[in-house]
C-alpha cells in the first residue's frame, strides 16, 4: 500500500509564495510518475506539474513559469515551489503518483485572497 501525504497548504496574499511536499511511504524511484493536481470550487481536479522518471517535467499553461516541480528522493518527497501566485491559484492541491495504478493524497488547501 503506496500513501502520499501532502503538507504546506496555507493562506497567502497574491504575488506570495508557497512550497508544497509530498512525502511518500516508499521510494519515489517507484513510480513511473510524480505530479501535482488541483481543484478548484465547482471545477474538476486538474494536472498542475508533472514530473517523470528521468527528471522530465511538464507544467500547465496557467502555471508554467511559476511553479517549480521537484524532487528529494533521499527524503521520498516531491515538492511543488510556486510563486507569484494568483487568486485563481486557490484550490485544493492533491498530489498523484502512478505505479501500475493511480495513488493519491488526502490533499492540501491554498487559498490566495488578499
Known amino acids: 500500500q503506496v500513501q502520499l501525504v501532502e503538507s504546506g497548504g496555507d493562506l497567502v496574499q497574491p504575488g506570495g509564495s508557497l512550497k508544497l511536499s509530498c512525502l511518500a511511504s516508499?521510494?519515489?524511484?517507484?513510480?513511473?510518475?510524480m505530479a501535482w493536481y488541483r481543484q478548484a470550487p465547482g471545477k474538476e481536479r486538474e494536472l498542475v506539474a508533472r514530473l517523470l522518471d528521468g527528471g522530465v517535467t511538464y507544467y500547465a499553461d496557467s502555471v508554467n513559469g511559476r511553479f517549480t516541480i521537484s524532487r528529494d528522493s533521499a527524503k521520498n518527497t516531491v515538492y511543488l515551489q510556486m510563486n507569484s501566485l494568483k487568486a485563481e491559484d486557490t484550490a485544493v492541491y492533491y498530489c498523484?503518483?502512478?505505479?501500475?495504478?493511480?495513488?493519491w493524497g488526502q490533499g492540501t488547501q491554498v487559498t490566495v485572497s488578499s
Open positions: 498523484h503518483a502512478n505505479m501500475g495504478r493511480d495513488y
Open positions: 516508499r521510494s519515489i524511484f517507484s513510480f513511473g510518475s
